[in-house]
């Protein structure tokens, strides 16, 4: 697991109420998929596989983290792209972007097996 100074640095001056869960969130992330990296984007950590972000937190809101399951800030068309996600954790907005969400420690205990395997899951099938 390799955590960047960048987002280290982000984490240090961040003001958020859900900043542990957050680290957390990190933390799954970068162990549950190997050659996974993270930066900052949209004002939050992102996590990159291959040149790509491919899940994003959205810090917005103060009572919970948004996680943003993308191919990339412009990716290249898929046609018949499909995902099975198979955790229900994820609210598809297309076949290839969805939304999870974490509003406390608990919820996070609860999701944190099935998000650290959706994650690798969608970086795998999104690597091609």
């Not at 100074?5 to 859900?18: I, N, R």
């Not at 992330?29 to 990296?37: D, K, M, Q, R, Y």
């Not at 974490?102 to 091609?128: F, H, I, M, N, Y």
């Amino acid at each position: 697991m390799s955590r960047s100074a960048e987002v280290d640095g982000f984490m240090a001056a961040l003001d958020h109420p859900m900043k542990p869960q957050i680290e957390a969130l990190r933390t799954l992330f970068l162990e549950a998929v190997p050659g996974l990296s993270e930066q900052v984007k949209w004002n939050a950590p992102s996590f990159v596989h291959g040149g790509d972000d491919r899940v994003t937190m959205n810090l917005r809101k103060r009572d919970q983290i948004q996680l943003i399951f993308h191919r990339g800030a412009r990716p290249a068309p898929r046609p018949g792209f499909a995902f099975d996600d198979g955790t229900g954790l994820v609210r598809w907005l297309a076949a290839d972007r969805g939304v999870a969400t974490v509003d406390s420690q608990a919820d996070l205990e609860v999701k944190a097996p099935g998000l650290a395997a959706l994650t690798a899951r969608w970086v795998e099938a999104t690597a091609v």
